[in-house]
């Protein structure tokens, strides 16, 4: 294992006692947890700061570049907390936008907050209208992914934006069987906050009240009313479909740890057996490669059909 700080590597300069890389998937930033025997209190001569750049490698696996943003001091040892996105992402925004593409304001988010983006089968959608009031750059992009069936991570400097359904249906890139867990695990089926039905209300052209509906009858539950109303049916349609899909998509979710394997990601397909009727295909929310231990945990969900 290689640790690379602001560019450096370091590795034969300190002495690691735990080190574990989170992979996360759907908005949230991926983060670094080392810890570092430092009886010669080194790292206090260094004197890191925030937003100093740390990476990890491991056998060709790339934790990509994260921003420190937590340092402890703590008899005889030295702990680092880093994330994928820099302090700045931290800032509350309020800002307007009008004709704008779905490309344009994510790009423009995403450079404010220091961050390059890269996207996978996006279409470019404008928009007549756009507010973000008292968010982060971070949180109206994913809620904006949420509405339009996307998902997006922060990893290397990069905000990556894909369509979500498109990843489910690959392949799976490894099987797991009940004897391969290691430890405790769990697997939760819950309907308690599902939706039958998601209704988008717009003006039409006659500035009338209408409603876009988008159902799924293999879902039990009630029916989720978007709280703002639009100016069309196309977006409100494709809203509708797009939001029940969010809500629905964790009725089977499971947690698991196995042996490490820094190959596989959060946004990967695996498929579990030996779990009766919750065989099938999984999508990895979240990868712990607890890297010192030599284990990774899973958080999973299971593929959602139907959308």
Request: charged content about 30%; hydrophobic content about 35%.
């Amino acid at each position: 294992m290689n640790i690379i700080y602001n560019s450096k590597d370091i590795t034969n300069n300190v002495e690691i006692i735990s080190t574990i890389v989170s992979d996360r998937h759907g908005g949230k930033a991926d983060d670094i947890k080392l810890v570092f025997l430092d009886k010669d209190r080194l790292w206090l001569q260094w004197d890191p700061q925030f937003d100093d750049e740390i990476e990890i490698t491991e056998n060709g696996f790339s934790s990509g570049v994260m921003f420190i943003d937590g340092l402890k001091i703590t008899n005889g040892k030295y702990i680092i907390n880093a994330k994928s996105v820099p302090s700045k992402a931290k800032d509350f925004n309020n800002k307007e936008w009008y004709n704008i593409s779905f490309r344009e304001v994510s790009k423009s988010l995403s450079n404010d907050m220091g961050l390059g983006i890269d996207y996978y089968d996006v279409d470019d959608i404008t928009y007549k209208y756009l507010e973000m009031k008292d968010k982060t750059n971070l949180q109206f992009l994913n809620e904006l992914c949420i509405l339009e069936g996307y998902s997006l991570k922060i990893v290397d400097k990069k905000v990556i934006i894909y369509k979500e359904h498109i990843l489910e249906k690959a392949s799976s890139v490894k099987s797991f069987i009940i004897n391969d867990f290691i430890d405790e695990y769990s697997f939760i089926k819950n309907s308690a906050i599902t939706y039958r039905k998601c209704i988008v209300r717009y003006y039409d052209e006659n500035n009338e009240l209408n409603n876009s509906e988008y159902w799924d009858n293999s879902i039990s539950g009630g029916t989720f009313i978007y709280p703002k109303i639009l100016d069309n049916k196309t977006d409100s349609d494709r809203f509708s479909k797009n939001i029940l899909r969010y809500f629905n998509k964790d009725v089977v979710t499971g947690a698991f740890n196995a042996k490490l394997d820094t190959t596989i990601s959060a946004g990967n397909v695996i498929e579990l057996r030996e779990l009766s009727s919750l065989n099938g295909n999984y999508f990895i929310t979240e990868a712990v490669h607890n890297i010192t231990k030599k284990i990774t945990g899973f958080k999973v969900r299971k593929v959602l059909e139907n959308y």
